[in-house]
């Protein structure tokens, strides 16, 4: 990777980071945030689902804006659009506040991820796209680490008050994008010259017809698009992994309490060495894996080794192993979404921000089916979203070894072939 693309990863890894911090503050306490308003397994998958729903909608079409008018706008309409639910949803007193925050949070949150990812493929090589993507996720998990033990800690004397830190942090990251982070796309123009004319009557990547044409190709048409494209395969393996990781964050904190009587301290200090070990894992695992195996092989190990990190999790009953089982589950996933993107990112063949916010959309719908199964059969037994998560894993593992082949030789080999067929014939036309 060259400096000038290293340090610009670098810096929207940065940003990432600070953002992650604040996301992190409000993992440890949010299902005793729910439970102090008097709701239980169930809904707190609703409300996990509900951002993650609004990000499945407008995934796509941030998406295809970022590929229109830049990269660093959309980002930065996403961090505002996470800090400002952040803050209301500290303020919120009534679980409908809670449901209103969350559904803000899809909204407009949900352009950050795609413009990122977007972002690593502009200004990487397919070399590097994978070491890219590990290093965004890497700092992401970051944050994750000094989050939930700052959340847990802070929210001693308030269960609101990591929320408006999360508000502020947010703020900080928006700054940090204005000021340093340059935009990988050169449309000739700036944004404040994008007049909301021009952005209203724009094809955001999906054809002509601006709105009315998204309207019409909406992101379910979308998604039975991608399923039945070349891609498809992949698209399903996102959603399968935010199925996997969002089933055990969407109810853990209800699992440990009920489980073992955990309260948010605890809650927070295991959460903070999962995100400890995801955080290695893809700075010193992503890269070198996949140079050496390929993403297709390491896909299918991180499915296998998902489906036993389930059960282990499940047989672990003291501190010391249930953070033991929850480190193998997470470094089991560690390099599953990575890959998996990198993967999408190679054999693409349309924009790259249109096809990382369609990815999104596959990621969302993870997180929309991931927390609501979860909470469903969570309310019926304790150990059921994990049990069911190892079967689900295991699935994803067989099918992984009868659709994902070998793309780069097939492709080489259709290129030996193009050039022997070009040499015969051009020989033929010299003959003649």
């Given at each position: 990777?060259?400096?000038?693309?290293?340090?610009?990863?670098?810096?929207?890894?940065?940003?990432?980071?600070?953002?992650?911090?604040?996301?992190?503050?409000?993992?440890p306490i949010f299902p005793f945030y729910i439970e102090e308003l008097g709701a239980s397994g169930r809904e707190l998958g609703l409300l996990v689902a509900t951002s993650a729903l609004l990000e499945f909608i407008f995934a796509p079409l941030w998406g295809g804006v970022s590929d229109r008018i830049g990269r660093k706008p959309v980002l930065m309409v996403g961090i505002f659009g996470y800090g400002l639910s952040a803050l209301l949803f500290g303020l919120a007193t009534q679980l409908w506040m809670l449901f209103a925050a969350r559904a803000l949070s899809g909204l407009l949150s949900s352009a950050a991820l795609a413009?990122?990812?977007?972002?690593?493929?502009?200004?990487?090589?397919?070399?590097?796209?994978?070491?890219?993507?590990?290093?965004?996720?890497?700092?992401?998990?970051?944050?994750?680490?000094?989050?939930?033990?700052?959340?847990?800690?802070?929210?001693?004397?308030?269960?609101?008050?990591?929320?408006?830190?999360?508000?502020?942090?947010?703020?900080?990251?928006?700054?940090?994008?204005?000021?340093?982070?340059?935009?990988?796309?050169?449309?000739?123009?700036?944004?404040?010259?994008?007049?909301?004319?021009?952005?209203?009557?724009?094809?955001?990547?999906?054809?002509?017809?601006?709105?009315?044409?998204?309207?019409?190709?909406?992101?379910?048409?979308?998604?039975?698009?991608?399923?039945?494209?070349?891609?498809?395969?992949?698209?399903?393996?996102?959603?399968?992994?935010?199925?996997?990781?969002?089933?055990?964050?969407?109810?853990?904190?209800?699992?440990?309490?009920?489980?073992?009587?955990?309260?948010?301290?605890?809650?927070?200090?295991?959460?903070?060495?999962?995100?400890?070990?995801?955080?290695?894992?893809?700075?010193?695992?992503?890269?070198?894996?996949?140079?050496?195996?390929?993403?297709?092989?390491?896909?299918?190990?991180?499915?296998?080794?998902?489906?036993?990190?389930?059960?282990?999790?499940?047989?672990?009953?003291?501190?010391?192993?249930?953070?033991?089982?929850?480190?193998?589950?997470?470094?089991?996933?560690?390099?599953?979404?990575?890959?998996?993107?990198?993967?999408?990112?190679?054999?693409?063949?349309?924009?790259?921000?249109?096809?990382?916010?369609?990815?999104?959309?596959?990621?969302?719908?993870?997180?929309?089916?991931?927390?609501?199964?979860?909470?469903?059969?969570?309310?019926?037994?304790?150990?059921?979203?994990?049990?069911?998560?190892?079967?689900?894993?295991?699935?994803?593992?067989?099918?992984?070894?009868?659709?994902?082949?070998?793309?780069?030789?097939?492709?080489?080999?259709?290129?030996?072939?193009?050039?022997?067929?070009?040499?015969?014939?051009?020989?033929?036309?010299?003959?003649?």
């Amino acid at each position: 990777m060259k400096g000038s693309e290293r340090g610009k990863i670098l810096i929207l890894a940065f940003t990432l980071a600070v953002v992650m911090l604040g996301f992190g503050l409000v993992i440890p306490i949010f299902p005793f945030y729910i439970e102090e308003l008097g709701a239980s397994g169930r809904e707190l998958g609703l409300l996990v689902a509900t951002s993650a729903l609004l990000e499945f909608i407008f995934a796509p079409l941030w998406g295809g804006v970022s590929d229109r008018i830049g990269r660093k706008p959309v980002l930065m309409v996403g961090i505002f659009g996470y800090g400002l639910s952040a803050l209301l949803f500290g303020l919120a007193t009534q679980l409908w506040m809670l449901f209103a925050a969350r559904a803000l949070s899809g909204l407009l949150s949900s352009a950050a991820l795609a413009a990122s990812m977007a972002y690593v493929g502009d200004t990487t090589s397919e070399a590097d796209r994978s070491s890219g993507m590990g290093t965004l996720g890497a700092a992401m998990a970051l944050g994750l680490i000094l989050g939930p033990a700052m959340g847990g800690a802070l929210a001693g004397d308030s269960l609101s008050r990591p929320f408006f830190i999360a508000a502020a942090l947010s703020l900080l990251a928006l700054l940090l994008i204005l000021l340093l982070l340059p935009e990988s796309k050169d449309f000739g123009f700036r944004f404040s010259d994008v007049g909301l004319k021009q952005i209203r009557n724009s094809d955001f990547g999906m054809g002509n017809g601006g709105w009315r044409r998204y309207l019409d190709h909406n992101p379910f048409g979308g998604l039975k698009a991608g399923l039945v494209g070349p891609l498809g395969f992949l698209f399903f393996m996102v959603a399968l992994f935010s199925f996997a990781l969002s089933n055990f964050e969407a109810v853990f904190g209800l699992y440990a309490h009920q489980k073992f009587d955990y309260g948010p301290e605890k809650v927070g200090m295991i959460l903070m060495v999962v995100a400890l070990v995801s955080t290695v894992g893809k700075a010193a695992l992503t890269g070198p894996a996949t140079r050496r195996w390929g993403e297709e092989r390491v896909i299918r190990a991180s499915l296998i080794a998902g489906s036993v990190g389930f059960g282990v999790l499940l047989l672990a009953n003291t501190f010391f192993t249930i953070l033991l089982a929850t480190a193998f589950f997470i470094l089991s996933k560690t390099l599953l979404r990575p890959a998996s993107l990198a993967l999408i990112s190679k054999r693409t063949t349309t924009g790259q921000g249109t096809v990382m916010g369609l990815s999104n959309s596959f990621s969302s719908l993870g997180r929309i089916a991931g927390p609501i199964w979860a909470g469903f059969v969570f309310d019926r037994h304790v150990d059921l979203p994990y049990l069911s998560g190892s079967i689900i894993m295991f699935i994803g593992f067989v099918l992984s070894l009868i659709w994902i082949k070998p793309h780069a030789d097939r492709g080489l080999e259709a290129k030996v072939a193009t050039n022997r067929e070009a040499a015969r014939w051009q020989s033929g036309k010299v003959a003649k």
